[in-house]
């Protein structure tokens, strides 16, 4: 008797023990499931992280979360090389759900969650409404303009879509204080005053696209929402006839409107600030990372003293190779010692590209540079390849095995040569296009944007 109230004292103390860290349980079944595991991954902006992993059994499988998981958008991946996956809302309660991998969507049943209920009510909203335009547009197409039909079938095409623009509204009302009511809220687009000529609607814009935007709400920063949102918010400060200041000024507006508003929340702000920073990291306007580190990071009361200077350093290696300012003298030496400088070049157009052979996106753009150098060079348009191997000899076998005529250069010192810390070269591979004074003129992310640079200075063809 003894033991068997000890036995069951314990496993009271293991249930109260789960019930006071608020487990909280994903559990699916899936017909026709091919799969043997399946991963829980969490999303944060851009970035998707694998948290945990569960074996199939049946078709089922389950995931385990403490009280401490943030809430927010999950995915489970079925297959990663396919990008197969089951989106769940989780906001600290049980989500049960079974459904058909033929037809995923359309047979999906939510048994317990009503934030991925709500979610996967909607999106079937959708697929019908998409289903029933497509439809009606097929069919409309085979009758003539004026046969009743016709007109009965855009009738209901326009119904249909009066139907689709007023649904968000109705779901946002009937699930007031849901996670999934803000991340609804936050995908709708905001309606601009059809009497607004192009500068006014895009002044509306800055002032209103983030009105739908509920900045208080952390667990919308746990979901691939926000990132888009961001940068389709600085499209609005942008002008095709802008020179590099004005736009770099506009850019700077943006962010500091972007900043003001999310700056109630403070983890809604850094991880705006992460974004920012990702999307001006490389590329002509790279000063912006610049401008972001020195106002909104050097300000920062948790930064110490280390973090300051290692900030204060980024901003002047950035700002030392940023575009419009003179590159860097780069002297390099052959094996006889024979000097080349950068500033004896008397091209009127030069690309500097940092590379490696151990970088896997460099060795599939080579090909292509080569096909645009071979168009451009009759133009007065000179490559310096400046390789950071720190294996001469793998870099020569490399180079003896392509045809590649441009200048190419190593100096098997790699990532500290004198050049790769002049041009703040952090990633590869990295352009600078450079005119006939040496200026900076772009920094393309590429070769796409080089190729349209080029073609805009009547380069390339």
Not at 45 to 61: H, M, R, S
Request: hydrophobic fraction near 40%.
């Amino acid at each position: 008797m003894l033991r068997l109230f000890f036995l069951c004292t314990m496993f009271s103390v293991v249930v109260a023990s789960l019930q006071a860290q608020d487990v909280y349980k994903i559990k699916g079944c899936l017909d026709n499931n091919k799969y043997q595991q399946v991963y829980l991954c969490g999303i944060l902006g851009d970035q998707k992280k694998i948290i945990d992993t569960a074996l199939v059994t049946n078709g089922c499988f389950d995931f385990y979360l403490n009280g401490t998981t943030s809430p927010g958008m999950y995915s489970i991946i079925l297959d990663v090389k396919k990008d197969a996956y089951i989106r769940v809302l989780f906001n600290h309660e049980n989500i049960v759900f079974h459904s058909d991998l033929n037809h995923l969507l359309d047979s999906m049943e939510i048994t317990e969650s009503k934030e991925t209920r709500l979610y996967y009510e909607y999106s079937k909203f959708l697929g019908r409404s998409s289903r029933k335009t497509d439809l009606l547009t097929k069919i409309s197409g085979l009758y003539i303009l004026e046969d009743k039909f016709f007109k009965a079938c855009q009738a209901e095409i326009s119904n249909v879509n009066r139907q689709s623009a007023a649904e968000p509204a109705n779901m946002i009302a009937r699930s007031q204080g849901t996670f999934f009511a803000r991340l609804l809220a936050a995908q709708q687009t905001v309606k601009v005053p059809g009497n607004l000529e192009e500068g006014q609607r895009n002044k509306y814009l800055r002032e209103h696209y983030l009105d739908n935007i509920d900045f208080t709400c952390t667990p919308l920063i746990n979901s691939d929402l926000l990132p888009q949102v961001i940068k389709n918010y600085l499209t609005f400060y942008e002008q095709k006839d802008f020179t590099q200041t004005e736009q770099e000024a506009g850019y700077m507006a943006g962010i500091d409107q972007l900043l003001a508003k999310c700056a109630i929340n403070s983890e809604m702000y850094d991880f705006v600030i992460r974004q920012l920073l990702d999307i001006f990291r490389y590329g002509n306007y790279d000063i912006m990372g610049a401008y972001i580190t020195e106002k909104y990071m050097l300000t920062n009361k948790c930064a110490g003293e280390r973090d300051s200077g290692n900030f204060k350093m980024s901003i002047e290696n950035i700002r030392r190779v940023s575009v419009g300012k003179t590159a860097p003298e780069m002297i390099l030496k052959d094996s006889l010692g024979k000097e080349t400088r950068l500033s004896g070049f008397t091209d009127d157009y030069f690309l500097i590209v940092f590379w490696a052979t151990t970088c896997s996106h460099c060795i599939k753009m080579l090909p292509e540079l080569s096909s645009i150098y071979a168009k451009c060079h009759v133009n007065s348009f000179e490559i310096l390849c400046y390789s950071l191997d720190a294996d001469r000899k793998k870099w020569k076998d490399f180079l003896a095995g392509g045809n590649y005529q441009w200048v190419n250069y190593n100096d098997s010192l790699g990532w500290k040569s004198k050049a790769a810390r002049d041009f703040n070269v952090n990633a590869t591979p990295l352009f600078f296009l450079l005119n006939k004074e040496k200026k900076i003129i772009a920094k393309p992310t590429d070769l796409g944007e080089l190729a349209e640079k080029l073609r805009s200075l009547a380069i390339l063809k």
